[in-house]
């Protein structure tokens, strides 16, 4: 190990020397963490739990190889977030040591807040919160145990901090977090419609009027990346088996915490336990330091062990779907054109209710509905804005000569009805 020295000459930072400590990443190759508050917050248990939690929740399914994790994300995000500040840098804009130090630490817990499974289970243990408004009260206790050294990245990943690229570093259309996991989910599940060039569009990275900027040579660079982001949405992240897999998950959870509100005894983990026999919204869990408690010790491995038990249950809902999921039988999938024809689903219910002997009510776990939907490209939210050679800026959508950008902008629904095979 090398020792080396956090001091930089554009700013003050609390980066103290260190034994650089290094990781051998698979997509990136050598990754650094190069001091030890950094190191401080990977060795942390909230960040450890992210090792214990699939990227992409039930994507192996499909793809096999996407065994990969939070943690290993959240690494390659923070490497990015490096490279990106040292190229602006080398093209004269001033960020500290403490800068950049924050900004990596936003990426290192950007993700902090996902429940098992990432997506899959997100409205299933909480209702109405996202997993980032998690990820906030997360780094704000960390920020009360670490002597308020998080103060400035949460600034940043709030948007509160004055250098809007910075957070746009974090969370924006051309973010690390995008950069990170479109690399990392193509690589693990072997899509290559998913590859991008990082490297290329972090080196055409500039910040104009304080904003962060694509120089023009770089915007091909960007035509592949809203194509393949395009592509890996609807090959991958949103693929119809997993769609139908997720909704066997959510209604096995759902089914669960119906059995114990009834006073039904579960096994589950002390974790899981919480959650199965406490209703709770966005509002009493934000107010229950015991709920956040209970949260972080929430990882997969909680649920996976929870339905291979439920697997053998009375229950038969519970148990044949627990079966189903465990043994890979999971619901077929329609794509329909239209709303669902309500007597094929009143056929479906009786067929179910007589096949298992439960009543039609019961008989709806074995079926589902799900609206996807996604948009490529929203300027609403946020421009990926082309910097030309005389300082004019344009939209991508008007910069670009090769691609009709404005299809890109369209949200594009679909409507997957989901029912098991009998």
Request: charged share 25%; proline share 3%; glycine share 6%.
């Given at each position: 190990?090398?020792?080396?020295s956090?001091?930089?000459?554009?700013?003050?930072?609390?980066?103290?020397?260190n034994?650089?400590?290094?990781?051998?990443?698979?997509?990136?190759?050598?990754?650094?963490?190069p001091?030890?508050?950094?190191y401080?917050?990977?060795q942390?248990?909230?960040?450890?739990?992210?090792n214990?939690?699939?990227?992409?929740?039930?994507?192996?399914?499909?793809?096999?190889?996407?065994?990969?994790?939070?943690?290993?994300?959240?690494l390659?995000?923070?490497?990015?977030?490096?490279?990106?500040?040292e190229?602006?840098?080398?093209?004269?804009?001033?960020?500290?040591?403490?800068?950049?130090?924050?900004?990596?630490?936003?990426?290192?817990?950007?993700?902090?807040?996902?429940?098992?499974?990432?997506?899959?289970?997100?409205?299933?243990?909480?209702?109405?919160?996202?997993?980032?408004?998690?990820?906030?009260?997360?780094?704000?206790?960390l920020?009360?145990?670490?002597?308020?050294?998080l103060?400035?990245?949460?600034?940043?990943?709030?948007?509160?901090?004055?250098k809007?690229?910075?957070?746009?570093?974090v969370?924006?259309?051309?973010?690390?977090?995008?950069?990170?996991?479109?690399?990392?989910?193509?690589?693990?599940?072997?899509?290559?419609?998913?590859?991008?060039?990082?490297a290329?569009?972090?080196?055409m990275?500039?910040?104009?009027?304080?904003?962060?900027?694509?120089?023009?040579?770089?915007?091909?660079?960007?035509e592949?990346?809203?194509?393949?982001?395009?592509?890996?949405?609807?090959?991958?992240?949103?693929h119809?088996?997993l769609?139908a897999?997720?909704?066997?998950?959510?209604?096995?959870?759902?089914?669960?915490?119906?059995?114990?509100?009834?006073?039904e005894?579960?096994?589950?983990?002390?974790?899981?336990?919480?959650?199965?026999y406490h209703?709770?919204?966005?509002q009493?869990?934000?107010?229950?330091?015991?709920?956040?408690?209970?949260?972080?010790?929430?990882d997969?491995?909680?649920?996976?062990?929870?339905?291979?038990?439920?697997?053998?249950?009375?229950?038969?809902?519970?148990?044949?779907?627990?079966?189903?999921?465990?043994?890979?039988?999971?619901?077929?999938?329609?794509?329909?054109?239209e709303?669902?024809?309500?007597?094929?689903?009143?056929?479906?219910?009786?067929?179910?209710?007589?096949?298992?002997?439960?009543?039609?009510?019961?008989?709806?776990y074995?079926?589902?509905?799900?609206?996807?939907?996604?948009?490529?490209?929203?300027?609403?939210?946020?421009?990926?804005?082309?910097?030309?050679?005389?300082?004019?800026?344009?939209?991508?959508?008007?910069?670009?000569?090769?691609?009709?950008?404005?299809?890109?902008t369209?949200?594009?629904?679909?409507?997957?009805?989901?029912?098991?095979?009998?």
């Amino acid at each position: 190990m090398t020792n080396i020295s956090g001091n930089n000459s554009l700013g003050e930072s609390r980066i103290q020397p260190n034994k650089l400590k290094i990781i051998n990443d698979p997509v990136f190759g050598f990754i650094n963490i190069p001091d030890d508050f950094l190191y401080e917050i990977i060795q942390h248990p909230y960040f450890q739990r992210l090792n214990r939690i699939k990227q992409l929740g039930v994507s192996f399914y499909v793809y096999p190889g996407a065994q990969h994790t939070r943690l290993q994300h959240s690494l390659g995000a923070m490497h990015l977030m490096g490279e990106a500040i040292e190229e602006l840098r080398q093209k004269g804009h001033v960020i500290s040591g403490e800068e950049e130090q924050a900004a990596r630490a936003c990426m290192l817990l950007h993700d902090i807040g996902h429940g098992p499974f990432s997506h899959a289970l997100e409205n299933s243990l909480v209702k109405g919160i996202h997993h980032e408004e998690i990820s906030i009260m997360l780094m704000q206790q960390l920020n009360k145990e670490m002597n308020n050294n998080l103060a400035l990245a949460l600034e940043i990943f709030s948007g509160h901090y004055p250098k809007k690229f910075l957070h746009q570093l974090v969370s924006g259309q051309l973010d690390m977090d995008r950069m990170d996991y479109l690399s990392r989910d193509s690589f693990f599940c072997g899509v290559s419609e998913g590859i991008i060039g990082s490297a290329r569009i972090i080196k055409m990275l500039n910040v104009f009027h304080g904003e962060l900027v694509v120089e023009l040579k770089g915007i091909y660079s960007i035509e592949k990346f809203l194509v393949a982001r395009r592509l890996m949405y609807w090959q991958v992240y949103l693929h119809k088996t997993l769609v139908a897999t997720e909704k066997m998950l959510t209604n096995i959870l759902k089914r669960a915490k119906e059995l114990a509100s009834v006073g039904e005894t579960l096994f589950a983990s002390p974790a899981l336990h919480y959650f199965l026999y406490h209703h709770l919204d966005k509002q009493n869990f934000v107010r229950s330091t015991e709920a956040l408690d209970y949260f972080v010790q929430l990882d997969d491995s909680d649920v996976i062990c929870a339905i291979k038990v439920w697997a053998h249950h009375p229950d038969k809902v519970l148990s044949f779907l627990c079966n189903a999921f465990i043994n890979r039988k999971l619901f077929k999938v329609e794509m329909l054109q239209e709303p669902l024809d309500e007597t094929k689903k009143e056929e479906l219910l009786k067929k179910y209710s007589r096949y298992f002997d439960v009543s039609q009510q019961e008989a709806e776990y074995f079926m589902g509905e799900e609206i996807v939907s996604t948009d490529t490209y929203d300027p609403v939210d946020e421009k990926i804005n082309i910097l030309y050679k005389d300082g004019t800026v344009k939209d991508i959508a008007d910069a670009s000569d090769m691609l009709n950008i404005n299809v890109l902008t369209k949200k594009v629904y679909k409507n997957y009805f989901c029912y098991c095979r009998i």
